[in-house]
């Protein structure tokens, strides 16, 4: 059967980026599917975190996925350090997966930086715990942005390999294709699966950009965002009339597809309005868009920030369900490797 599993990080507050590049899909399948959402502060972790900042940002990130309309019946919201087949499941990752598969991971390279020495173990590890988190669930389906996909493959591969290595064990314990693991699929679709940063197209939008004005945050009052899609970099020519016409204009492409997913209409609609028109005219119509959108929800996550007990109440009500379905498979995983459960 179907099982959706996604997360974001708690390492600051959510950005447009995350919302359309990711969070819309989430929305959208938790009609459709059984959906797990995650805040992930085991991968927070990965590099340093203070610890009160931490337990600011797992709320903050709670609230904004409640806010941005994922409901804690409907899906299970949780924050992945409270259900420990994530950390037990990494583990017999960490001995599946290969040095060679990691060392070509490009987000470690552009994460580490040039101190690569100093990055942490577990940064270099992130994937295979990425890896666990999905298939703790034996989910099938990760909407995620474009930046993502390099690990999903990372994911099938170790799924892949696990099914190899033990695949007689698999058999004897009651699975008689030999698939234990499925590979999960990376559901990454609409016009804005790579937002770029406002300052830069040729940049993804990101928290960790020290500009705040490259990023819209899902916090941002209306004055912000206007000011903000006012300043944002473009060229001097009048829009394009077809795709065709965004060639080196990352700028101009990144603007029509956040405006595109925004109002939920094909990319080609939204030129066939805009085309030839310059940017100002466009920008003040985004810049209404993106506060019609942004606004009532950096309302929401305003008002259910001022109930900290609220948050951690559906926490613990989403760790407890996953721990439901993650603890049986981690079981089964045990078996499989050869453990003795006690
Ligand atoms: N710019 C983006 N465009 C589309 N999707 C994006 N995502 C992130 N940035 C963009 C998607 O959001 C989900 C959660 O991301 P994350 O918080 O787990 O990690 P990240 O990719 O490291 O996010 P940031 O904002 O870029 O953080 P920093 O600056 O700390 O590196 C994922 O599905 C991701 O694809």
């Not at 390099?150 to 008689?176: C, P, Y």
């Not at 990376?186 to 500009?211: Q, W």
């Not at 942004?294 to 259910?304: D, G, Q, T, V």
Request: hydrophobic share 40%; charged share 25%.
């Amino acid at each position: 059967t179907p099982r959706v599993f996604s997360g974001m990080q708690p390492t600051g507050s959510l950005h447009l980026g995350n919302y359309l590049g990711a969070m819309v899909n989430w929305i959208k399948m938790q009609e459709t599917h059984e959906c797990i959402y995650c805040v992930v502060d085991l991968h927070a972790i990965t590099v340093w975190q203070d610890p009160a900042e931490l337990r600011n940002a797992i709320r903050q990130v709670t609230a904004a996925y409640i806010a941005a309309g994922l409901d804690p019946k409907k899906s299970i919201l949780f924050n992945q350090s409270q259900v420990s087949a994530h950390a037990e499941l990494a583990w017999v990752f960490n001995c599946v997966s290969r040095l060679g598969w990691l060392n070509r991971m490009t987000q470690f390279k552009e994460k580490a930086g040039k101190d690569r020495e100093q990055a942490s173990v577990g940064l270099y590890a992130y994937p295979n715990l990425m890896a666990a988190d999905i298939l703790a669930y034996r989910a099938t389906h990760v909407p995620v942005g474009e930046d993502q996909k390099q690990h999903l493959e990372l994911a099938r591969d170790i799924a892949q390999k696990f099914n190899n290595d033990f695949s007689a064990s698999i058999i004897a314990e009651g699975f008689a294709d030999g698939i234990f693991f499925p590979q999960p699929e990376p559901v990454i679709t609409g016009a804005a699966t790579r937002v770029m940063s406002l300052r830069d197209g040729s940049k993804k939008m990101s928290k960790s950009d020290p500009s705040d004005l490259s990023r819209i945050n899902m916090t941002d009052d209306a004055d912000t965002i206007a000011k903000k899609i006012q300043k944002a970099k473009t060229d001097p020519e009048p829009l394009p009339s077809e795709e065709g016409g965004f060639s080196g204009r990352p700028e101009a492409e990144n603007l029509i597809g956040i405006y595109a997913t925004l109002v939920d209409k094909p990319v080609d609609a939204v030129l066939a309005e805009f085309g030839g028109q310059q940017f100002s005219a466009f920008k003040k119509v985004l810049a209404d868009a993106l506060v019609a959108k942004i606004e009532p929800i950096a309302n929401e996550i305003k008002r259910l920030t001022g109930d900290p007990a609220e948050i951690d109440r559906i926490l613990a009500d989403g760790s407890s369900r996953a721990r439901e379905i993650a603890t049986p498979i981690m079981g089964k995983v045990k078996d499989i490797v050869g453990f003795i459960r006690s």
